[in-house]
């Protein structure tokens, strides 16, 4: 069974910074493309960012290109974002998953941006 386990969320001020890290277990984490998604209140799920199993290929999505940076440890089956210049409209769920086969979902880890 494929375990998500995010984390590192909280409560930020606006241009702050946090880490996330999410820890796959039951699978091979190695071979999967991994993505950040987030889920903010009354909106869709949105897919962030993502990264090959290689780390040869890295995507954002526009509203967070140049703010954060997905990356990877295979060793440690974690995929990791960091987030900088948060903004208000950064607040959400954040969540990780494998954009092409796709894994039960986690619990996710709150991001709030506020002052």
């Known amino acids: 069974q494929v375990q998500l386990v995010e984390s590192g969320g909280g409560l930020v001020q606006p241009g702050g910074s946090l880490r996330l890290s999410c820890t796959v277990s039951?699978?091979?984490?190695?071979?999967?493309?991994m993505g950040w998604y987030r889920q903010a209140p009354g909106k869709e799920r949105e897919l962030v960012a993502w990264i090959s199993s290689s780390s040869t290929n890295i995507n954002y999505a526009d509203s967070v290109k140049g703010r954060f940076t997905i990356s990877r440890d295979n060793s440690k089956s974690t995929v990791y974002l960091q987030m900088n210049s948060l903004k208000p409209e950064d607040t959400a769920v954040y969540y990780c998953?494998?954009?092409?086969?796709?894994?039960?979902w986690g619990q996710g880890t709150q991001v709030t941006v506020s002052s």
């Open positions: 039951g699978t091979a984490f190695s071979i999967y493309t």
């Open positions: 998953n494998r954009p092409v086969v796709e894994a039960p």
